[in-house]
Structure formats: structure tokens, C-alpha cells
């Protein structure tokens, strides 16, 4: 009796879910719904179009080398001097693993944008595991995404963290 009561109560809600209720039918969550659970440091998020830009610019940047994921690396990276455009996941918690990356990353002058979801960006990263940080590096001529990376990096720098208005 004891164990069907707690198998009951641990059956995973999105089982009893239609279609229409929320997940599309490839398991996945719409973007709506990854923004309902982003943090509230989660400050400039990309838009439903720049996240797909995002995306597919670290796809490109994971594919040619030009890419540190994780907060480990993405650290090391910015002490030695790399610059770049940063992109965080908003969907982080705890918040204290990435709370002072954003400080750091603005007293270096790093652009950073925020996306909905871990699990997209290690996708995107070409990892297997959810990645809450990545480093695309400043590109070099020859790199392919250049336009996207100038488009969002210009996106980051629009944003004003103290709310002043320079």
C-alpha cells in the first residue's frame, strides 16, 4: 500500500498533459515556457529570434574552435585576456554558480546575453550535458558567423545594466 501511494503521487505531471497543454509534441518547450523559469538576473534576455541567432552563432563558433563552455573555462579564459561575446543560460540554479560572472564580465567589457535554457545551449554547444556559460571568442576574418556575431554583439552593448541611460 505504502509503495503505491508514492509511486502515485511521484508520477511526473507532464505524463497527464495533452499536446495542447503545454510540451510540443517532440518533448521539447516552447520558448515561452523556458522564460517562465529563467532567474531574475536574467538581464539582457535574447528575444525569440535572437535566441535562435545565439544558437546558431555558438553552433558555428563550437564547430570551428572558437568557444570555452562552462564556468570554469569561460573564467580562465577571461583572466588571460580573451574577450568575446558571453552567452549564459538563464535557467541556472542555484544562482550563486553564475551570479558573478555578469560583474566580471562587465568590469572587462565583455558583451553577454542571457537565453532561456541550459539544456539548448549545451545542444548548441555540442555537448551532451547542459552548459550555463559560454565564451564565443572575438572571430578571426576567416570565421564564418561573423555578421550574426557583430548583430548580437551590438544587441549586448544596447543594454544598459545600471538603468541610467548613458
Known amino acids: 500500500l505504502w509503495c503505491?501511494?508514492?509511486?502515485?503521487?511521484?508520477?511526473?505531471?507532464?505524463?497527464?498533459m495533452s499536446d495542447d497543454e503545454?510540451?510540443?509534441?517532440?518533448?521539447?518547450?516552447s520558448y515561452e515556457e523556458r522564460v517562465k523559469a529563467v532567474n531574475v538576473i536574467s538581464q539582457p534576455l535574447?528575444?525569440?529570434?535572437?535566441?535562435k541567432k545565439v544558437h546558431k552563432l555558438v553552433k558555428k563558433a563550437a564547430g570551428q574552435k572558437q568557444i570555452r563552455r562552462g564556468v570554469k573555462e569561460v573564467i580562465k579564459g577571461i583572466r588571460k585576456g580573451e574577450t568575446g561575446l558571453?552567452?549564459?543560460?538563464?535557467?541556472?540554479?542555484?544562482?550563486?554558480v553564475i551570479s558573478h560572472i555578469p560583474i566580471l564580465l562587465e568590469e572587462k567589457d565583455i558583451p553577454y546575453l542571457f537565453v532561456p535554457s541550459k539544456q539548448d545551449l549545451g545542444a548548441?554547444?555540442?555537448?551532451?550535458?547542459?552548459?550555463?556559460?559560454?565564451?564565443?571568442?572575438?572571430?578571426?576574418k576567416y570565421f564564418d558567423g561573423k555578421d550574426i556575431y557583430d548583430a548580437l554583439t551590438k544587441e549586448a552593448k544596447e543594454y544598459d545594466p545600471t538603468g541610467l541611460g548613458r
Open 22 to 29: 503545454g510540451n510540443k509534441k517532440d518533448g521539447s518547450k
Open 86 to 96: 558571453a552567452i549564459l543560460a538563464g535557467d541556472i540554479y542555484p544562482l550563486d
Open 4 to 16: 503505491d501511494c508514492i509511486a502515485y503521487h511521484h508520477t511526473p505531471s507532464y505524463q497527464n
Open 46 to 51: 535574447a528575444s525569440k529570434k535572437s535566441t
Open 124 to 140: 548548441a554547444a555540442s555537448t551532451k550535458r547542459p552548459t550555463s556559460v559560454v565564451l564565443i571568442r572575438t572571430p578571426k
